[in-house]
């Protein structure tokens, strides 16, 4: 496994991957686990060549959020990308993919992003939308993978692609869980023992709607008040969001549809944890 920390490198080594086989980007901000990995094995199983972007993305912080915290091990991050069978890391320095002068801003549309995780992180989409349109640029995968977990950022890479008719498939993985049901989440080192126990309450909310919807409820508002009750009976928490949408325009409906999801940002302490989960299998119950 190589790990390349320049774009012109990556460029040609993607170049002379392509030239033999396909060619599999798993993005990431590195700080990895199961979650990230089990992109990697599903990478793995559909490519020739696999390719993982381990970059904490500048653009996509605000001023005062977590960007400098954010936790950076490449050594532990390239250990875990190799014990999966990647081929590629590619780990460059913000200057690399950020030279002096860059100014362009590849920018969503509003209705996706004045929204969900948009409201609290409005520049959070513009940076997650230039940093993998320069990826998608570098390493022309046939391929990228993301997790559901951030069902809002899947929905934009897919229009994304889509619209600007980049020659690539975005494939969404299922969210990977911990055994008591909180998604695995880079963040979650953040919390420390008390609080990682009240963060179960973002998954023990979302089972008690789904558990609702299949024994018949299909109110969204009824499904709202039971989700935030729940969330805020525990203390530790406090509620950035609890949306039930429409995938992937994010329409809001009164009663539930096919597609409708449930997707919620929650403080655990001072930590901000996402978490989501469709509704379609429950209503064919």
Same mark, same amino acid.
């Given at each position: 496994?190589?790990?390349?920390?320049?774009?012109? #490198?990556?460029?040609?080594? =993607? @170049?002379?991957?392509?030239?033999?086989?396909?060619?599999?980007?798993?993005? %990431?901000?590195?700080?990895?686990?199961?979650?990230?990995?089990?992109?990697? @094995?599903?990478?793995?199983?559909?490519?020739?060549?696999?390719?993982?972007?381990?970059?904490?993305?500048?653009?996509?912080?605000?001023?005062?959020?977590?960007? #400098?915290?954010?936790?950076?091990?490449?050594?532990?991050?390239?250990?875990?990308? /190799?014990?999966?069978?990647?081929?590629? +890391?590619?780990?460059?320095?913000?200057?690399?993919?950020?030279?002096? *002068?860059?100014?362009?801003?590849?920018?969503?549309?509003?209705?996706?992003?004045?929204?969900? =995780?948009?409201? %609290?992180?409005?520049?959070?989409?513009?940076?997650?939308?230039?940093?993998?349109?320069?990826?998608? !640029?570098?390493?022309?995968?046939?391929?990228?993978?993301?997790?559901?977990?951030?069902?809002?950022?899947?929905?934009?890479? /897919?229009?994304?692609?889509?619209?600007? !008719?980049?020659?690539? &498939?975005?494939?969404?993985?299922?969210?990977?869980?911990?055994?008591?049901?909180?998604?695995?989440?880079?963040? *979650?080192?953040?919390?420390?023992?008390?609080?990682?126990?009240?963060?179960?309450?973002?998954?023990?909310?979302?089972?008690?709607?789904?558990?609702?919807?299949?024994?018949?409820?299909?109110?969204?508002?009824?499904?709202?008040?039971?989700?935030?009750? #729940?969330?805020?009976?525990?203390?530790?928490?406090?509620?950035?969001?609890?949306?039930?949408?429409?995938?992937?325009?994010?329409?809001?409906? &009164?009663?539930? +549809?096919?597609?409708?999801?449930?997707?919620?940002?929650?403080?655990?302490?001072? %930590?901000?944890?996402?978490?989501?989960?469709?509704?379609?299998?429950?209503?064919?119950?």
């Amino acid at each position: 496994m190589k790990i390349i920390t320049r774009v012109d #490198e990556l460029k040609a080594a =993607c @170049k002379a991957a392509k030239a033999k086989g396909s060619v599999g980007l798993v993005p %990431t901000m590195g700080a990895l686990h199961e979650g990230h990995g089990s992109l990697i @094995k599903k990478c793995r199983e559909e490519n020739d060549t696999v390719v993982v972007s381990v970059f904490v993305n500048p653009l996509q912080f605000a001023p005062g959020e977590d960007y #400098e915290e954010y936790p950076r091990d490449i050594d532990k991050d390239g250990a875990f990308c /190799e014990s999966l069978g990647a081929d590629i +890391v590619f780990h460059p320095e913000p200057e690399e993919m950020y030279p002096e *002068n860059f100014g362009f801003r590849v920018t969503p549309p509003d209705a996706m992003t004045h929204i969900l =995780c948009g409201i %609290t992180r409005p520049i959070h989409f513009t940076g997650v939308a230039t940093v993998l349109t320069k990826l998608f !640029n570098l390493v022309a995968p046939d391929k990228a993978y993301f997790g559901q977990k951030d069902v809002q950022q899947v929905a934009i890479v /897919e229009a994304m692609v889509r619209d600007l !008719n980049m020659d690539l &498939a975005i494939v969404p993985c299922p969210i990977v869980r911990e055994e008591d049901g909180l998604a695995k989440s880079s963040r *979650n080192r953040y919390l420390n023992a008390e609080e990682r126990k009240a963060a179960v309450v973002l998954s023990r909310s979302i089972k008690k709607a789904k558990a609702m919807v299949r024994e018949g409820e299909k109110d969204v508002a009824a499904l709202l008040d039971a989700v935030t009750k #729940e969330i805020q009976a525990e203390p530790l928490a406090k509620i950035d969001y609890v949306e039930i949408l429409r995938f992937p325009h994010f329409e809001r409906d &009164a009663t539930l +549809v096919e597609d409708s999801f449930i997707a919620m940002a929650v403080y655990i302490g001072s %930590t901000r944890l996402i978490d989501n989960s469709f509704f379609k299998e429950d209503l064919a119950k």
